[in-house]
């Protein structure tokens, strides 16, 4: 059985009360103007509920798109930091397995002293610093600067990398900004078209195969549209530069000129000149070759 308090509820519309109530106010609102306003009291509380909905309607799709957009850069900073990862981890991998076969002569500081000594490219770093306009440019195995030392002279800002900490550390000593870090683990991070040159001496022959194509693959990125890509590394035409390359047992691949001219197109990079550095300068006396090219503009 219903109570009176149900009756009512189930009532609404045919509530006397309710009708009472809707007469006095009204009442209250023509003595109030002089005029009865419920009309426009009911227009503006159903404009004012409109613009509730909109807005709320609107937050709502703002909110959705702002949980899109940061589910998107979260997915992309979660893969580039697994990228770093993988890399970490098969960098570390990797030095432990050189360790393995190279044992310590020829493994960190030991062969930083090593390269210093046999590995200084043959090119003079002013004839590869004329080749800039402007900068930045990164030097992927600075050394003991001397790269660094020819750009400054010629106005061109640069910086250098170095895989061991004494190396890194003397560029720094010499007034040089330098990192210890990896080519391609360096160039990776950076963002596209960062960089107006990139200069990497003596660096390819110390990679596969597959780790100079992700060489080619990161410069290409981290340039800027016509920004040049300079590498020199041991020729194989000749016998100064299979000396060169026999020499240093951290080199993994000797690498002939079409090759490289090969491994730069497929990469994109445009028009590839070939160099022949170091001796009579020809390619059969010269011990290193270099390999000059640019993004595309």
Known sequence: MNTGGEHVGQLDGANPLRRAGSRVRSELRRR??????????????????????????????????????LRGETLRRTDL?????????????????????????????????????????????ANYAGLF?????????????????ALGEAGVEAYGLA???????????????????GPVEHLARLPDGQ???VVALQVAEHFSPAGVEQLFVEALRALSPGGLLVIETPNPLSFPGLERWLRDPTHRWIIHPDTLRFVAGRAGFGKVRIGFVGGDSTSRGAPDYALITRRPA
């Open 32 to 69: 109030a103007f002089g005029r009865d306003v419920s009309s426009e009291v009911n227009d503006l509380q159903a404009a004012v509920k409109a613009l509730h909905v909109a807005v709320a309607d609107a937050v709502r799709d703002l909110g959705e798109d702002i949980r899109e957009g």
């Open 81 to 125: 930091l697994v990228e770093r990862i993988d890399r970490k981890v098969e960098g570390l991998f990797a030095e432990l397995q050189t360790r393995e076969d190279l044992g310590t002569f020829f493994t960190g500081e030991s062969h930083a002293a090593f390269d210093e000594q046999f590995g200084e490219p043959s090119g003079r770093p």
């Open 133 to 149: 306009e402007k900068g930045p440019v990164a030097d992927l195995a600075c050394r003991r600067g001397d790269l660094l030392e």
């Open 163 to 181: 895989p061991a900490a004494g190396s890194a550390d003397a560029a720094r000593a010499r007034g040089f900004t330098g990192y210890q870090e």
């Open 195 to 197: 960089l107006a040159g």
